[in-house]
């Protein structure tokens, strides 16, 4: 069986995509930590991705087929601009560089939506011009994914890039959108929101893992959005949200100002997703927020 090695294994994503990978790879996870319980007939391998040694003393002991690497800083109101996605670039370099001198074979890196050039956002298609990132964010993942595709090419090495939308789900940071309105509804507090008048995309995490998983297993090359392809307003989201708490009275929509680079219109164009991987999601945006609302009640103190 291919031997496939996931970073950032415990995270929001990495944590479905090791589940989802389990009947399709043997899986071998890595992150600073284990989170418990590890899921059955997977292995953990605790490693700092920054650290070059540790990291490529990782890859020559699992000596994978297979790589999806997720790891990167992630932490809101911090990735957008901070100067580690620089140092997460250049981990991100030696990581893949060690999996093709290892005998790797497939890799796939996970980018972002930031990648494209907020002030002209629409329906993103891989095939736009040139992307124009508006953030350090996405200038490094965007840089990161470019120098990924070119080394895979020189060295016979299929690598795809996966472009993420807006996920959602449980285990989400509590300061995201979801969370974030979800947590002080049950609490009996009010949601301060912005008028929520931007469309966007939004995926559960779980399909999002399975899709990564799907283009893991793949051959596809080159850069692929994940999402829906539905477009959403924001205050629709938080509206079902609100229902789901039953306390749809303690929203404030309008007491948040939206933010001035915010484009009103970002939602993915998943014609590659769909017709080239033949990928679909299972879980529609209404059932997937009830079950997050859910979970959040069930966890409050996470």
């Known amino acids: 069986m291919n031997r496939l090695l996931i970073t950032g294994a415990t995270g929001f994503i990495g944590a479905p995509a090791v589940r989802a990978a389990r009947g399709h790879f043997e899986v071998h996870a890595t992150a600073r930590a284990p989170r418990a319980p590890v899921p059955d007939g997977v292995r953990f391998h605790r490693c700092d991705v920054l ?20 790891a990167w800083v992630a932490t809101p109101g911090v990735y957008w601009t901070t100067p580690e996605n620089h140092r997460w670039a250049e981990a991100s370099k030696r990581l893949l560089s060690a999996f093709v001198r290892n005998g790797g074979r497939r890799a796939v890196v996970t980018g972002s939506c930031a990648e494209y050039d907020w002030a002209a956002a629409g329906a993103c ?8 990132p508006h953030t350090t964010y996405g200038r490094c993942k965007l840089a990161f994914g470019h120098w990924a595709e070119t080394l895979g090419a020189a060295r016979g090495v299929n690598v795809a890039r996966a472009r993420l939308f807006f996920l959602y789900g449980p285990h989400e940071h509590p300061a995201r959108l979801v969370p974030s309105v979800a947590r002080a509804l049950l609490a009996g507090a009010p949601a301060a929101c912005s008028a929520g008048t931007q469309v966007r995309d939004f995926l559960h995490v779980d399909d999002a893992a399975d899709a990564l998983v799907a283009l893991t297993r793949a051959g596809l090359t080159g850069a692929v959005n994940v999402g829906s392809g539905t477009p959403v307003a924001v205050r629709d989201v938080i509206g ?10 303690l929203v404030r ?14 939602v993915a164009d998943v014609t590659r997703l769909r017709d080239e991987l033949g990928w679909r999601p299972r879980i ?12 959040w009640r069930a966890n409050r103190a996470a």
């Open 51 to 70: 650290n070059a040694a540790e990291a490529e003393q990782l890859v020559a002991d699992v000596r994978p087929t297979h790589l999806l690497h997720l």
């Open 125 to 132: 298609r891989e095939t736009d011009p040139p992307a124009r």
């Open 240 to 249: 079902r949200v609100a229902a789901a708490c039953g306390r749809p009275e």
């Open 253 to 266: 929509l309008g007491e948040r100002d939206t933010p001035a680079a915010e484009p009103p219109l970002l």
């Open 284 to 295: 529609d945006l209404g059932t997937g927020l009830d079950e997050t609302v859910g979970w």
